[in-house]
């Protein structure tokens, strides 16, 4: 993930989702004036490009018709039961995995159809390779993560080999599931901050202004020169703050051990760790902890402040650490920077913001807007 070519790869991936995927289904509905749920299009784009990344085949889910996936579903209700399966004790859902009721016979269902997806990608993407002449590395744009692992089995193409698949849709699962909604969840809350707080949003804008070449038309800007953004990057880190995607992360004690709290764990403890809550904190972040200020993240030399990862724990911290952490960035800033710098969002009057209980950090209805475009 920290290769140079599959960076490029990502960045082209999704600036390609922006120009013909995001914008095309925001003038739509800016010329039909209608709304949407922003949500559904944050994880229609991010789970087309997860896809991209590693299968390199495109689902096409973010167009104007907003197709309806079955396999998407699937994975909606395999985090529902994976949600109960971390709040409740073990021979609850055993029980129910047994008499296949309930939430269990939902995960058993939906399972079947995402495990059918993967494999049916994964033969895709390996037909697409087999079809090729060229070696699977030998452009960036190729760069996927079949293509990578195929390529660490040092160019063995037994296509066959079930073992090889099985891990491949593991890995594939694991990619999926890290990376299209803590994406999306994050943007979510990102843009409903930006949408409450106009003088945040008239901060961005000026930013861009300021440190990019803007001919004062509609634009989808370089990556190279979105990392000059600093406030928009820190109007991100404070978002992930307040709305960590994954709230919470929980461990168990292989050995009894003593926290630097000084609290005694016996051995097989379970332990809930709450990023949500840490994230709020006076003792972590001071007294206006909730308050919601991108400028807490800024140096007085106008960069990006460090903060370790134990105080700062959206990502996870020591050797588990989230992998796709810098390409969190870069994604979320090609987005931002082309949806506030040709767009401005309403929120639709009356509707209901709340999180949603479960293992990611979504809105529990969604968050519906209006969208107009800034230029004509
Ligand atoms: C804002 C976006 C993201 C956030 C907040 C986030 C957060 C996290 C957290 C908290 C963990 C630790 C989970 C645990 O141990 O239970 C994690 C792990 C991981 N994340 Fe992310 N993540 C994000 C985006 C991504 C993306 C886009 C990818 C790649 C597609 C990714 C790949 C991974 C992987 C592979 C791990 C497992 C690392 C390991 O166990 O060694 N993440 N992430």
């Not at 009057?349 to 519906?368: C, D, F, Q, R």
Request: hydrophobic letters at 40%; proline letters at 4%.
């Amino acid at each position: 993930m920290h290769d140079k070519r599959f960076e490029l790869f990502l960045k082209k991936c999704t600036r390609q989702k922006v120009e013909k995927g995001l914008i095309p289904v925001l003038e739509h509905v800016s010329k039909l004036g209608i709304q949407v749920d922003l949500q559904e299009l944050f994880q229609r784009f991010t789970f087309d490009v997860v896809g991209l990344l590693v299968f390199g085949v495109d689902s096409n889910r973010l167009s104007v018709e907003l197709p309806l996936i079955p396999h998407e579903k699937a994975f909606d209700d395999m985090e529902e039961a994976v949600f109960i399966r971390c709040l409740m004790p073990k021979s609850y859902w055993k029980l129910l995995k047994w008499l296949q009721i309930g939430e269990e016979k939902k995960l058993k269902e939906a399972w079947e159809i995402f495990d059918r997806f993967l494999y049916q990608s994964i033969s895709a993407a390996r037909e697409k390779l087999i079809s090729r002449s060229k070696s699977p590395l030998e452009e960036e744009e190729e760069f996927t993560v079949l293509n990578a692992f195929l390529a660490d089995q040092g160019g063995q193409t037994d296509y066959t080999c079930e073992n090889s698949n099985k891990i491949l849709r593991d890995h594939a699962f694991s990619l999926v599931a890290a990376g299209r909604d803590t994406l999306s969840a994050c943007l979510t809350w990102f843009f409903w901050f930006v949408a409450t707080n106009p003088s945040i949003e008239t901060k961005i804008l000026e930013e861009i202004k300021e440190k990019l070449q803007e001919n004062g038309k509609l634009r989808i800007f370089s990556t190279e020169e979105l990392n000059s953004l600093v406030y928009l990057h820190a109007t991100l880190c404070e978002t992930l703050r307040l709305y960590p995607p994954v709230p919470f992360n929980h461990k168990t004690a292989l050995e009894a051990d003593v926290l630097p709290s000084g609290h005694q764990i016996p051995q097989n403890t379970k332990m809930l760790i709450s990023f949500y809550s840490m994230g709020r904190m006076h003792e972590i972040w001071g007294q206006d902890c909730l308050e919601f200020k991108p400028e807490r993240w800024i140096t007085k030399q106008g960069r990006i402040m460090h903060v370790p990862s134990y105080k700062f724990s959206a990502f996870n911290a020591g050797p588990r650490s989230c992998l796709g952490k810098e390409m969190s960035f870069i994604q979320m800033k090609i987005i931002a920077v082309a949806l506030i710098w040709n767009y401005r969002l309403q929120l639709v009057e009356g509707h209901p913001v709340t999180p949603k209980n479960s293992v990611t950090l979504h809105m529990k209805y969604g968050l519906k807007v209006k969208v107009t475009r800034r230029f004509g």
